[in-house]
């Protein structure tokens, strides 16, 4: 499983870093006719910076799984991205659907591999952490006389 979960890895990584890239360099090839609907969806976010900020999102988080760095959290800022995408293809782009559907899967394959990080999070009756008053910790031994 540690090798599914290293290749899984590394290809989830991959896709989000060369999408990325590739918004703020073009260098892949665009499609033909995109949909208005879609043309207008995307022209929207750009306006407002938010593909932006989704790309930058998306290479940080692309960049931590490569270099197998805070791959939970990486792997949780790209949930919220991922299901934004395929429904951005399945509502108005369904012939780029295939490549986003991967994507997800390599993220479940990922997110099962580190389930253990993210059990903490899922558990239904949370209590907060209580605080002690100080963040630093000093040791307190006795005076020797």
């Known amino acids: 499983m540690q090798r599914i979960t290293s290749i899984a890895r590394i290809l989830l990584g991959l896709g989000f870093v060369v999408f990325a890239a ?5 260098f892949l090839p665009m ?3 995109i949909p208005p609907d879609a043309l207008g969806f995307i022209i929207a976010f750009k ?3 938010l593909l932006t900020l989704i790309k930058v999102i998306e290479m940080a988080a692309g960049l931590a799984l490569l270099a197998n760095v805070a791959v939970p959290l ?4 790209l949930a919220p991205v991922l299901v ?5 293809h399945a509502a108005l782009e369904p012939a780029g659907l295939p490549v986003p559907l991967a994507l997800l899967a390599l993220e479940l394959v990922l997110a099962w591999g580190y ?3 993210f059990a903490p999070m899922l558990a239904l009756r949370a209590a907060p952490t209580p605080s002690t ?3 630093l910790r ?3 031994r006795p005076v020797e006389a």
Not at 22 to 26: A, C, G, L, R
């Open 22 to 26: 590739n918004y703020f360099v073009p």
């Open 31 to 33: 499609p033909k006719a």
């Open 47 to 49: 306006g407002a910076g």
């Open 74 to 77: 990486a792997l949780t800022l």
């Open 84 to 88: 934004g995408i395929i429904g951005f």
């Open 115 to 117: 389930r253990s990080s």
């Open 133 to 135: 008053g100080s963040t």
């Open 138 to 140: 000093t040791s307190r």
